[in-house]
């Protein structure tokens, strides 16, 4: 498709005015775009009005405006919208703001991370690395602002972005010098249908790349080659890089971190060590950076360590395989469990039953989560993060335990209870400094 020439007077249709549609609807009226908003939540369409766009119903047979092309936002599933007919049959010009952003980017080098787990973090070791290298890092996507809202922050800049598969499913001609996968492990699959589905959509990432770019996987995944077999069918040019997390392990001696003590942490490092060589960084950088990384909250976060307790909030845990390397990487836990559950998501627990003293279910699908684990773990059903937190004192109490874990990893989605993952996030953390009158 002959992509976005020229922009400006062109007819866009924006669907979907969440952050990610506003952005693009700033910045393409900023290039003279003649641009169509809608939304399907009224509320939203009257906050639009409000931003002084154009609501518009682009598809209606009345209307005479010819789209050029029309931007999808993450949150839209063709499938499942009201006006799917219209898009199936417009798919051609159907775009994202990944692929406007590249149209804009084109001379400045792109990382960008994708996978199931591990995104958010990685982006901000590659950023503090490439920070402490000297380049001017502009880090967003999935993480923090959306990507036509992020500017350039001058010479040697380098944009960092973390990309979901969201991002990816209607994607046309993004591109990114250096792409890595971490990792796949079953997610959305709401929305994707299957795991092959799944993975092609996060394959995306490299489609159009070239002989210079480079493109990284973890070959142990037990999916990657699945991502190999892609990768060779689409006669991809860039540089396969395969990540052997056991050549980067020397770090950690040389390292003073006790974040990177996780066996998913060291993952990540692994993938931000690869692209920092390719960027030609030594490792004397590489160490100074690591030592001053601090890691994002609800990630594993220890929030509070007293005596034989110890505190972690690891909220954004929404699938059972996040939440399994909290729990493969602490003993004696006492582990919050529950909320939304991810469609199809398996619970593997014989590895790591002997880590969990006691489980306590929270959430509005208690009969989900004590299906999954009654045959492995003794637990209690608490409903809520309050009465969870009251439940697990009284425990300690009786058990008298030299050190223990109490562990927030939900496995599940946020949403039946909170707004989102952070919200969980800080309102355990609050919990925890009443309950157990910490100063």
Request: charge should be positive; include cysteine.
């Amino acid at each position: 498709m002959f992509f976005l020439q020229k922009i400006k007077n062109k007819k866009i249709a924006i669907y979907g005015m969440g952050k990610s549609g506003v952005a693009t609807a700033k910045k393409l009226t900023s290039l003279k775009a003649k641009i169509y908003c809608w939304d399907d939540n009224a509320g939203i369409r009257k906050k639009i009005k409000k931003l002084k766009y154009s609501v518009n119903k682009f598809w209606a047979k009345e209307s005479e405006e010819a789209i050029d092309y029309i931007v999808i936002s993450p949150g839209i599933d063709i499938n499942k919208c009201k006006i799917k007919k219209y898009l199936k049959k417009n798919n051609k010009i159907i775009i994202t703001d990944l692929d406007i952003f590249f149209k804009l980017n084109k001379n400045t080098p792109v990382i960008s991370i994708t996978g199931t787990n591990g995104k958010s973090t990685t982006c901000k070791i590659v950023e503090k690395i490439l920070q402490t290298a000297g380049y001017n890092t502009t880090t967003g996507g999935n993480i923090g602002n959306p990507v036509l809202s992020i500017k350039s922050s001058g010479k040697k800049n380098i944009y960092i972005l973390e990309i979901s598969s969201y991002q990816l499913e209607y994607s046309k001609v993004f591109r990114s010098n250096h792409a890595a996968i971490l990792n796949i492990s079953p997610d959305h699959l709401e929305r994707h249908k299957n795991m092959s589905n799944y993975i092609k959509i996060k394959s995306k990432i490299f489609f159009a790349q070239k002989s210079k770019d480079y493109f990284y996987i973890n070959p142990k995944n037990k999916f990657s080659k699945s991502i190999e077999n892609i990768f060779k069918e689409k006669k991809i040019k860039s540089k396969l890089q395969k990540i052997n997390i056991n050549k980067s392990k020397f770090l950690l001696k040389k390292i003073n971190n006790k974040f990177f003590e996780s066996k998913c942490n060291i993952e990540n490092l692994a993938f931000a060590y690869k692209i920092a060589k390719n960027l030609k960084i030594n490792d004397l950088i590489i160490i100074k950076a690591l030592n001053k990384f601090k890691g994002l909250p609800h990630r594993q976060e220890v929030f509070f360590k007293k005596n034989n307790f110890a505190f972690v909030n690891d909220s954004k845990a929404t699938s059972f395989d996040a939440a399994f390397q909290s729990l493969s990487t602490y003993n004696n836990i006492y582990w919050i469990v529950g909320g939304l559950p991810k469609h199809k998501d398996r619970f593997e627990l014989k590895e790591i039953s002997k880590n969990i003293i006691k489980a306590y279910i929270v959430g509005k699908n208690t009969s989900f989560f004590a299906n999954k684990i009654r045959k492995e773990i003794n637990h209690a059903i608490s409903y809520n993060l309050n009465n969870a937190i009251k439940n697990i004192l009284n425990d300690v109490k009786k058990d008298n335990l030299k050190n223990c874990t109490i562990l927030l990893s939900p496995a599940a989605a946020s949403y039946d209870q909170f707004n989102n993952f952070e919200e969980r996030g800080n309102s355990f953390k609050n919990l925890v400094i009443k309950n157990f009158k910490i100063n």
